[in-house]
């Protein structure tokens, strides 16, 4: 098993765990659940599953030991006068603040050493070779387990929600280990939170008719994303990153579009089979994408695309930042200083920063990743710092910013920036997206579309007008969407004939247009390699 | 309301199986050329044959298809024989090629080329290859792009007939100083349990058309070894089959490893083919009795082709 698209998973393993859901009594559904996902993790890292197994133990015991800690306190409390409470609630919040430190720090050490090492050793390396010192480092290299990025910030977000009295922590360790391993969020997420899933997943929901097609055509949708649009644009996107000094500048922001795509379309079609998938066992698993490319501007776009993380970091890193003292004080000073717009601006954006930092790391070890982050860091703190400045000339030369007009320029706009990072993104490397960069701003020419020269690089004309048609699907359903509606339930509301007509016509669009099969490469999934 | 339910799915499953079907049509390839579409046309030129003429039906993958020289061994000994050999091939894909071949041909020897019995394979490619099967949609999905208008409603006609008969011809020379591959041992090279039903039922099925099923392991340095050579043994006791390892016979098939493959031992080149096949020929006319066709008028186009085989020796 190698995906949510394959035919293992599609074929026997949903059917199969689906069908024994429904056999099992309700209240042993979530050991069956938790059997198949830690087959599920099995069968595609094997005994890598030995570091989920880790981190799950690490996170029950830490857990438990917090909740230990609370009760102490808690009796303490009842016990002893007004007067005293305040320091018996500092003691102990010290007592939790160490253990909770340390299993975090466990938790990330644990994927900073497996992801990051080679990377610190190549950069560490390279300094060496600059100051032309004859040391020779052994660069270590580590197999990544399925899904580790995904999992250990789950894992962190369970710890500091029982640190910090949100939940109770689980003491079924069978139970704790299906959050963290659930088969359907373990390789591209989202991020869940314990208290949106452990109901869904302990209670053993009954399977509703309705639900079950929602999540059909759900994965349908998700796998006309994938099979026809992103795996269909990979062999021209390969070849326009592999060898872009080939290419004039039209051509490789042509690439860097179609690899925006490309990405939105694979990494949203996931979310679609993955919530698709919960759905047909009744679960509510969260969006992770909302229309993105409707955003006016990139802090807007973080709100939309890969919502889960922007959450996670938004409640872990930025508001932790934003409320710890020193920035508090900072905030208060710099506000006297600069007034109400820049003076919180300027302690906001040092855990902006922090945010987009780790957002970088998070994505991978490379320093276009870094740059990526820093880069939606930049443009998200230039925005803010120009706000102002925007805002005036707005007013002075009548610009109607409720204008249908104004919102298109800010969608496009907007729409530019992300092509620009992802370009970066995907780029093997830092100075390779650089050089792409250069090559769009210097060299920029539309002669490869003139000349047919786009179409011998993969896809042939047919291919792109499938591609066309595809995501014009996409957009119109994302426009109906945008609008407050929903597609599948105003489907369900028509006559059977038409219905069953549209699910004939997308299952035999899928089958034939789909890029699979002879001659393609499917993506392999971008995300779960982070 | 779970009857409504249960019965509208049977519907709705009835309703695809028929899309799904009625798509199969149209893409499946209506002539077994390449223009039409049709996938290994080498293999597939079995097809354009005359119905019942082919004696020797050879299965297996690139070994099988680089060895065996049909219009050597018709030349030597007039019997009919058609290599449907592909690149990699897995057991199910030769089994798909015997059902295929069995529809209009009687064959009255079925060789099996044992490397594809070490080809391994995983369950769900079987389960891939069933719906490729019953659903060509799955296969000949990409024929979209060059449909013809015959693909709608037209009836399927095979007229292509390849002269090789499934042989790759290659007169490539790259040698190999690898002599001593077939060193005595009694190590026993594991065959899996997949590939050992298949031979099962690829031994059932032709017995079942009154076709001798055998074992043939043709010359390859790269590919073959002793272990291997006393698996496929047990395998041809356990099943009851002929088998025979043409790496042993290097008296009777004086294989030049310096000149008769085309890539180090991997596969032999025409040189190498023709000594294989010439001993192939004998050895199976006399070992099964097989008849020679060349004065016969309905093989007369066998004639032809040799003769343009012939040619596109002598042009290489």
């Known amino acids: 098993m190698s995906s949510y698209f394959s035919i293992e998973y599609l074929a026997l393993f949903l059917p199969a765990v689906f069908i024994f859901y429904n056999l099992m009594p309700k209240k042993y559904r979530w050991l069956l659940l938790l059997l198949a996902s830690y087959l599920f993790f099995w069968l595609i890292s094997g005994k890598l599953i030995l570091y989920l197994i880790s981190a799950t133990c690490i996170v029950y015991i830490i857990a438990l030991h917090l909740e230990k800690i609370q009760s102490q306190r808690n009796q303490l409390l009842e016990k002893k006068e007004r007067s005293e409470r305040k320091a018996i609630r500092i003691f102990y919040q010290k007592k939790q603040r160490k253990l909770v430190t340390a299993g975090v720090l466990i938790l990330i050490g644990i994927l900073a050493v497996l992801k990051y090492s080679g990377f610190i050793g190549i950069n560490i390396q390279s300094i060496f070779s600059l100051l032309h010192l004859p040391i020779t480092i052994q660069i270590p290299s580590f197999v990544l387990p399925i899904g580790i990025s995904f999992y250990t910030l789950q894992a962190v977000s369970y710890l500091l929600d029982v640190y910090r009295e949100k939940i109770k922590p689980e003491w079924n360790f069978g139970k704790l280990a299906l959050y963290m391993s659930f088969f359907l969020t373990i390789i591209e997420g989202p991020i869940c939170r314990y208290s949106d899933m452990s109901i869904q997943l302990y209670e053993g929901r009954k399977v509703s008719w309705n639900q079950f097609l929602y999540g059909m055509q759900r994965i349908l949708y998700g796998l006309m994303k994938k099979i026809v649009i992103a795996d269909r644009l990979n062999l021209f996107i390969k070849t326009i990153f592999h060898d872009y000094n080939s290419y004039d500048g039209g051509m490789i922001a042509f690439g860097a579009l179609l690899y925006t795509c490309q990405l939105y379309m694979e990494f949203s079609g996931t979310m679609d089979i993955v919530i698709g998938s919960g759905e047909i066992f009744s679960f509510k698993i969260l969006e992770n994408f909302r229309q993105p490319f409707f955003s006016k501007t990139i802090s807007e776009f973080w709100q939309r695309w890969h919502i889960s993380l922007g959450l996670w970091f938004k409640d872990y890193i930025f508001y932790p930042l934003s409320m710890s003292d020193p920035l508090k004080k900072m905030t208060s000073w710099a506000r006297k200083k600069f007034g109400n717009h820049y003076g919180p601006l300027m302690s906001g954006s040092i855990a902006l920063f922090c945010v987009w930092l780790a957002n970088g790391f998070w994505h991978g070890s490379g320093w276009n990743y870094i740059f990526f982050g820093l880069y939606h860091f930049t443009l998200i703190l230039g925005g803010n710092l120009i706000e102002p400045v925007s805002n005036r000339l707005c007013s002075y030369f009548k610009i109607k910013r409720e204008s249908i007009l104004y919102h298109f320029f800010q969608i496009v706009r907007t729409g530019i920036l992300v092509v620009i990072g992802e370009l970066f993104f995907r780029a093997q490397g830092l100075r390779a997206g650089i050089h792409m960069f250069i090559k769009i701003c210097t060299n920029f020419s539309l002669v490869s579309f003139t000349d047919s020269t786009v179409f011998s690089i993969g896809m042939d004309r047919q291919d792109f007008i499938i591609v066309v048609i595809a995501v014009m699907t996409v957009f119109v359903i994302s426009i109906i969407k945008e609008k407050g509606l929903s597609v599948r339930e105003h489907i369900s509301k028509e006559p059977i004939v038409l219905r069953w007509s549209l699910y004939y016509m997308l299952i035999l669009f899928i089958v034939v247009f789909g890029a699979y099969g002879t001659g393609y490469v499917p993506v392999d999934p971008i995300y779960a390699n982070f | ?316």
């Open chain 2, 1 to 316: 309301m779970k009857v409504k339910y249960i019965v509208r799915s049977f519907l709705f499953m009835t309703g695809l199986l028929i899309c799904l079907g009625t798509a199969s049509i149209v893409v499946f390839p209506k002539n077994n050329t390449m223009e039409f579409g049709m996938r290994d046309v080498n293999a597939n030129g079995i097809l354009g044959e005359n119905d019942n003429t082919i004696d020797v039906l050879v299965l297996g993958d690139s070994e099988s298809y680089s060895s065996i020289s049909p219009m050597t061994i018709w030349n030597e000994t007039g019997i009919t024989s058609y290599v449907c050999g592909t690149s990699a091939q897995q057991l199910y894909e030769s089994m798909n090629f015997l059902k295929q071949a069995l529809q209009n041909q009687k064959p009255k020897i079925v060789i099996l080329e044992t490397n594809a019995i070490y080809r391994n394979f995983s369950p769900v490619k079987m389960i891939e290859n069933g719906f490729n099967q019953l659903f060509p949609i799955f296969q000949y999905h990409n024929r979209w792009k060059s449909i013809l208008p015959v693909d709608f409603g037209g009836s399927i006609e095979y007229t292509w007939r390849d002269d090789l008969k499934g042989f790759k011809y290659s007169n490539k020379i790259e040698g190999t100083n690898a002599q001593d591959y077939m060193s005595k041992t009694d190590k026993i090279a594991e065959i899996s349990e997949l590939n050992r039903q298949y031979v099962k039922e690829m031994a059932k099925l032709c017995e079942e058309n009154d076709a001798k099923f055998i074992l043939v392991s043709t010359p390859s340095t790269v590919n073959w070894n002793y272990a291997r050579h006393n698996g496929i043994c047990l395998l041809a006791d356990e099943y009851e089959l002929d088998y025979y390892d043409l790496n042993l016979l290097s008296k009777e098939i004086l294989i030049d490893w310096s000149q008769d493959t085309r890539d180090k031992g991997d596969h032999l080149n025409y040189y190498g083919a023709f000594k294989v096949s010439k001993y192939l020929a004998h050895f199976l006319k006399e070992k099964y009795a097989l008849s020679d066709h060349r004065q016969e008028k309905e093989y007369q186009s066998w004639n032809e082709s040799y003769q343009r085989y012939q040619t596109i020796i002598a042009q290489n």
